[in-house]
């Protein structure tokens, strides 16, 4: 009897034998198998156990009707396989009356069906959409049709939007959902790579990658990326630009090193000038920015008081990391990339290794650091500790300063407090 109250009733019936099977000897003319039947049901399933012509060798076979076999349905990206469902060689479920199993979404008690949510693929002058019911779409990545997929995404209440954060494609879509009030994301393109991975999709299209992020959003709890204001976005393109200003500074000096031809020389010379004049506008640019906004203001004045901070990593930190202060000091720190990472297997410990976070953030304070170690009588001594008394190496201790050097700054933007270096020293 089964649990809805419909009987199953089970008969043994007698099957005629092939004649290898005979001629082996291995049986009596019939072998017996296994029927079974349900009310209500008009053709049994059977499964039972055929000799094969000539072999003497035993194969299990389904002679069930094929009209009422279940049917195989693929999950999480396999293909169904004509072997049995609890082969190892395939994942299958059989699905009894429904093509597709169903799908759970990140948000508990919701499921894919009831939550909206879009994948972008971004490309340089395409957008790939794939939406959360299967359907994809392809658009300009142009400001006109960007705005009018953002306007489409908000009328169908999308709860969230993941894309990849790719190089500078992306602000203008990035920019349109926030200006539309919609949920988006601008992900790690290395994170859903893994994850693609992990489904099984080596193939990498566009439409592909669209499907992945879309999956990603529904399986993955993502942290939307929080709205920039225009000060914001304008401060981020200058500190970018210094950046890249500083960059060919330091090309153009090492070609000049290797110059031997005067014409080559009086060019180098001139383009070095025009880099220096260049950047000292960049600086002031910067700095009329920073300190037009108050609360910048503020977050300047308490990193003025810590020796081996400049306005060059305070501008970087105002810029590119808005999260200190906001955040605890293992986040920060794992934000930035200098949080150490297990690597431990069994009765095996690795060497923690520190990767990942913000490259230009973590730039600027190795810079700050090595000022820090040698000027900041605080960070000074945490130095030698590591280094003379626990015996650490060099390389080491400095990114522990490092990392000590940015939990201060998160703890004094956290409270509004000065620099203070005998509570830093107490390990507050």
Not at 288 to 299: I, P, S, V
Not at 302 to 323: H, M, N, Q, R, W
Request: hydrophobic share 40%.
């Amino acid at each position: 009897m089964r649990a809805d109250g419909r009987e199953v009733r089970a008969a043994v019936i007698p099957l005629p034998l092939g004649e290898g099977a005979r001629r082996a000897g291995e049986g009596q003319g019939t072998l017996r198998g296994t029927m079974r039947f349900s009310a209500g049901s008009a053709v049994p399933c059977m499964t039972a156990m055929r000799y094969e012509e000539g072999a003497g060798r035993r194969n299990r076979q389904s002679v069930c009707p094929k009209a009422t076999r279940p049917r195989m349905s693929k999950v999480a990206g396999s293909e169904a396989s004509a072997q049995s469902p609890n082969s190892c060689l395939d994942t299958v479920r059989i699905t009894q009356g429904r093509e597709k199993p169903r799908r759970r979404s990140s948000i508990k008690g919701e499921s894919m069906e009831t939550v909206k949510r879009v994948g972008v693929d971004v490309a340089k002058k395409t957008l790939v959409v794939c939406w959360s019911d299967g359907t994809t779409e392809e658009i300009a990545n142009e400001k006109e049709a960007v705005e009018a997929f953002s306007l489409k995404a908000a009328a169908a209440c999308v709860d969230l939007v993941v894309m990849e954060a790719t190089g500078g494609y992306h602000n203008e879509l990035l920019w349109a959902l926030h200006a539309a009030k919609v949920r988006v994301a601008a992900v790690n393109p290395r994170q859903v790579r893994d994850f693609a991975k992990a489904l099984g999709k080596l193939a990498k299209t566009d439409r592909v990658d669209a499907e992945v992020l879309c999956e990603f959003a529904m399986r993955v709890e993502v942290r939307p990326t929080p709205p920039a204001t225009e000060a914001q976005i304008e401060l981020e393109a200058l500190v970018r630009r210094r950046t890249q200003l500083v960059e060919m500074r330091t090309a153009e000096l090492n070609r000049l090193q290797q110059a031997r031809l005067k014409a080559v020389k009086k060019n180098l010379d001139a383009h070095l000038a025009w880099l220096k004049k260049q950047l000292k506008k960049v600086d002031k640019d910067i700095d009329t920015h920073l300190r037009g906004n108050a609360d910048w203001d503020k977050e300047l004045k308490l990193f003025d008081g810590v020796k081996g901070i400049g306005p060059t990593v305070s501008s970087t930190f105002v810029a590119e990391l808005p999260e200190l202060g906001k955040l605890n000091r293992k986040q920060i720190s794992a934000l930035v990339g200098v949080a150490p990472m297990n690597r431990d297997s069994g009765e095996y410990r690795g060497e923690r290794t520190c990767y990942g976070g913000r490259t230009n953030v973590r730039r600027v304070l190795y810079m700050a650091t090595l000022s820090a170690i040698v000027h900041n009588p605080a960070l000074k001594e945490v130095y030698r500790h590591l280094v003379k008394d626990l015996k650490k190496k060099p390389k080491v201790a400095l990114i522990a300063c490092m990392r000590r050097l940015l939990t201060w700054l998160n703890a004094m933007v956290r409270d509004g407090a000065e620099w203070n270096p005998q509570l830093a020293l107490s390990g507050a």
